[in-house]
C-alpha cells in the first residue's frame, strides 16, 4: 500500500469562515487523505510552512469572503522559493468579487500558478475526483 | 535526626538546603561562592561545614540531591527545518530541559554552519526537523554532515520518525546519539516532554565535564538536573499540585539572575477574549523562556546598549548616577553584592528593566484584523491576563525592600494593550531561595515539597 497522500488545508487571508473548512478536512479524511488543516485567517506563508515540514503533495487553499485573489497573489512563487515545485496548488469558493465570467477567474488563477480552481458550489467528490487523478498516476490511466 | 541535603551549584553561589527527613521541615540554608575556578567540592564543603556551625545539631545525611548550572549551566544547539514550527519546538523543549540555547539552525545545514556548531561550547545538539511521516531530507542531510565532521558531543534525535532508520544507520558508532520521540510530530503541536528527560539524562551523564563535578559526583547520590529544570519543576508543583493537595493556579516565577532573566508560566494561556483566532505553535502549559540580554551583572552591559537602555533611564528617576560605570562596574565584577541603599537601588533599577522586558517577552500578543465579519483578532503566544500569582526569585528581590514594586512593572499596560501581561496577580517571593531544592525534593515526595513551599513562599 502506497503511503498517503498529504494535503494542507486551510482559508487564506482576513477569512474566518470555518464551517466549509471542517467539512473538506472530514470529507477529505474519510477518502484517505493525510489532511493538515492550517485553520481560518491563514496567510500564505504558513501554507507554505506546513507544507514543508509535512512534505505536502497538495496545497488546498479556501476562500469566501471575495478577497481571494488578492490573497493568492504571489503564492506559486513563494512555494517555488521555498522548494515547493512539484505541490499542486488547489483553490475553490468565492473566490473573486462579484458574478464573473468563469472562464476568465479560472484563466487568471491558471496564470498565478495554480493547478485546479473551483467554482463556488463544487463538490468535495469533483476534488477528491481530481485529487485522486493527480496524486496516484494508476488511478489516472483507469480513468 | 535524618536529613535530606539539596544543593544548587550557581554560576555564583553554592546553595545548601537541608530538609528535616521526619517532619518534613527546612533545618537550615546555607550558600558559599561557588569555585568553578579551583574545584567544585570547596565551595560545596565550606557551605557544609557552616551549616553544621550554625545549626550545631547531629544529623545523618540520608540523600543528597543537586542540581547545577555552574560553569554557563547546560549548553544546548537546536537544529530544525522551517524556524517557526520544528526548529522553535526543538528549542523550546531545549529550554524546558533547563538549557541555554546557544545558537537554533534551521533548514539544510551548510559546511561552515557545522563547523561553528563544531567550534562551539555546546554540550548537546538537538536535532529535529519534519513532522511524522513528513519531510525527510532535510534531517537526513543535517545527519549527514554530522556524521561527515565526526561531531563529538551528544545529538539527541527528535525529528521526523520515519527517518530514525536512516540516522541510526548514518551515525553508526561514530556518533553518540539518542533517538526520542519527534518534538514537532503534527503541524503545530509541540512534544517537548521526551526529549527534555534524554537531555537530562544525558546532563546527568555528563555532569562531571564541570570542573570538581567529578569528585562531588562521587560524594553525592546524583547531580540530577540543570537547576532551570529543577526551578521549573517547583514551579510546575507549585501550580498544579499532587493528589492529595491542591496547588496555587496558574502562576508565573521570574527569575533575575546575573547573566539571564528566566520567566516560567505554568499556564494553558488560552485567550479570554471573543473572537480570537489561536495562531503559530500551541504553547505547551510549563512554557519557559530565558533573556540571555537581560540580567544584573554580566549580561548588564547587553541590557544597557541593546533594548534596555531607554528604559533604565525611566525607572532610575534619579539622574545622579554616571550610567556607563555603574554598568560597567557590575559588568566587570559579576560577584559584587550591593552594601548601600544607592547600589541597592541601581541594582532594582536594573532589576525591572529585565522584569518589563522579559514579561513583554515571554507573553502573548494580539493582533486586531477587520474582516467582513467584524473585528477579529490573532493570538500568538499564552494569554496571561488572568493568571493568579507572580513569583519572584532571585538575590535582587530578596534583599529589595520593597519586591512587589520591582516585579509590578510586568504587568499590563493600557499604552501596550497588545501585550497579553498580567492585570491583577498577587505577588509572591521566594525569600529563602527553595524553589530549586523543593523542585529536587518534588522528585523524592512531591505531597512535603509542595507542602514546604507554601510555608516558605510568601506574599508580598
Redesign the interface.
Known amino acids: 500500500m502506497q503511503?498517503?497522500k498529504?494535503i494542507v488545508l486551510g482559508v487564506i487571508g482576513?477569512?474566518?469562515h470555518a464551517v466549509g473548512n471542517k467539512i473538506l478536512d472530514h470529507a477529505l479524511t474519510e477518502a484517505g487523505f493525510?489532511v493538515?488543516n492550517?485553520?481560518?485567517?491563514s496567510p500564505q506563508e504558513?501554507f507554505i510552512?506546513?507544507a514543508?515540514?509535512?512534505?505536502?503533495q497538495v496545497i488546498m487553499v479556501s476562500s469566501l469572503?471575495?478577497h481571494g485573489e488578492i490573497d493568492c497573489r504571489g503564492m506559486k512563487d513563494k512555494c517555488l522559493e521555498a522548494g515547493l515545485d512539484d505541490v499542486l496548488l488547489y483553490v475553490g469558493g468565492n473566490i473573486v468579487v462579484g458574478k464573473q465570467e468563469w472562464k476568465d477567474v479560472r484563466y487568471r488563477f491558471n496564470l498565478m500558478g495554480f493547478d485546479r480552481i473551483y467554482p463556488p458550489g463544487t463538490s468535495v467528490e469533483r476534488a477528491v475526483e481530481d485529487l485522486r487523478a493527480d496524486l496516484f498516476k494508476e488511478h489516472k490511466a483507469a480513468v | 535526626m535524618d536529613a535530606f541535603l539539596f544543593i544548587d551549584f550557581g554560576s555564583t553561589f553554592t546553595k545548601l538546603t537541608l530538609v528535616d527527613q521526619e517532619n518534613y521541615k527546612i533545618i537550615a540554608t546555607e550558600k558559599s561562592y561557588t569555585t568553578v575556578q579551583s574545584n567544585v567540592y570547596e565551595g560545596y564543603e565550606k557551605a557544609l561545614s557552616n551549616i553544621y556551625k550554625k545549626t550545631e545539631m547531629d544529623f545523618n545525611i540520608t540523600k543528597k540531591l543537586a542540581c547545577s548550572s555552574a560553569a554557563g549551566g547546560l549548553k544546548i544547539i537546536a537544529i530544525g527545518l522551517v524556524p517557526e514550527l520544528t526548529a522553535e519546538s526543538a528549542k523550546r523543549a531545549a529550554l524546558g530541559a533547563g538549557a541555554k540555547v546557544i545558537k537554533t539552525y534551521s533548514f539544510q545545514l551548510n559546511d561552515s554552519e557545522m563547523k561553528e556548531i563544531k567550534n562551539s561550547n555546546a554540550n548537546i545538539v538537538l536535532l529535529a526537523g519534519g513532522t511524522d511521516g513528513g519531510n525527510s531530507k532535510t534531517i537526513i542531510h543535517n545527519a549527514r554532515l554530522i556524521a561527515k565532521h565526526n561531531l563529538k558531543i551528544p545529538v539527541v534525535v527528535g525529528g521526523n520518525k520515519s527517518c530514525i532508520d536512516d540516522i541510526k544507520e548514518i551515525f553508526g558508532d561514530d556518533i553518540d546519539y539518542y533517538i526520542t520521540q519527534n518534538v514537532m510530530p503534527k503541524l503545530n503541536t509541540i512534544n517537548i516532554d521526551p526529549a527534555r528527560e534524554v537531555i537530562r539524562k544525558i546532563f546527568m551523564d555528563n555532569i562531571t565535564q564541570v570542573s570538581g563535578m567529578e569528585k562531588v559526583e562521587k560524594n553525592i547520590s546524583q547531580v540530577v538536573m540543570p537547576t532551570p529544570a529543577a526551578v521549573l519543576k517547583a514551579a510546575e508543583l507549585l501550580s498544579e499540585g499532587t493528589e492529595k493537595e491542591k496547588g496555587l493556579g496558574d502562576l508565573i516565577v521570574v527569575d533575575i539572575g546575573g547573566a539571564t532573566t528566566d520567566v516560567h508560566s505554568a499556564a494553558k494561556g488560552y485567550p479570554t477574549k471573543s473572537s480570537v483566532v489561536l495562531k503559530g505553535l500551541k504553547e505547551p502549559f510549563m512554557k519557559r523562556t530565558v533573556e540571555g540580554d537581560l540580567g544584573l551583572r554580566y549580561s548588564a552591559k547587553s541590557l544597557y546598549e541593546g533594548s534596555g537602555g531607554f528604559l533604565l533611564d525611566k525607572y532610575l528617576e534619579k539622574t545622579d548616577y554616571n550610567l556607563s560605570k555603574e554598568i560597567n562596574l557590575r559588568h566587570n565584577n559579576v560577584d559584587i553584592v550591593p552594601n548601600n541603599q544607592r547600589d541597592r537601588y541601581f541594582d532594582e533599577a536594573v532589576a525591572k528593566v529585565c522584569v518589563d522586558l522579559s514579561m513583554e517577552r515571554h507573553s502573548g500578543k494580539i493582533e486586531s484584523q477587520y474582516t467582513p465579519n467584524g473585528m477579529m483578532f490573532y493570538q500568538e503566544g499564552k494569554d496571561l491576563q488572568n493568571i493568579s500569582y507572580i513569583l519572584g526569585t532571585g538575590g535582587v528581590l530578596v534583599n529589595s525592600e520593597n519586591p512587589k514594586d520591582v516585579l509590578e512593572v510586568g504587568l499590563y499596560k493600557e499604552e501596550n494593550s497588545m501585550s497579553l501581561k498580567p492585570r491583577n496577580p498577587k505577588f509572591l517571593l521566594d525569600k529563602e531561595y527553595i524553589l530549586s531544592a523543593m523542585g529536587l525534593l518534588s522528585m523524592i515526595d512531591g505531597d512535603q515539597a509542595l507542602r514546604i513551599l507554601k510555608e516558605h513562599i510568601v506574599e508580598i
Not at chain 1, 492550517?38 to 485567517?41: A, S
Not at chain 1, 514543508?52 to 505536502?56: D, G, L, R, S, Y
Open positions: 503511503d498517503k498529504t482576513s477569512d474566518c493525510n493538515v492550517i485553520g481560518v485567517m504558513d510552512n506546513a514543508i515540514e509535512t512534505n505536502a469572503y471575495g
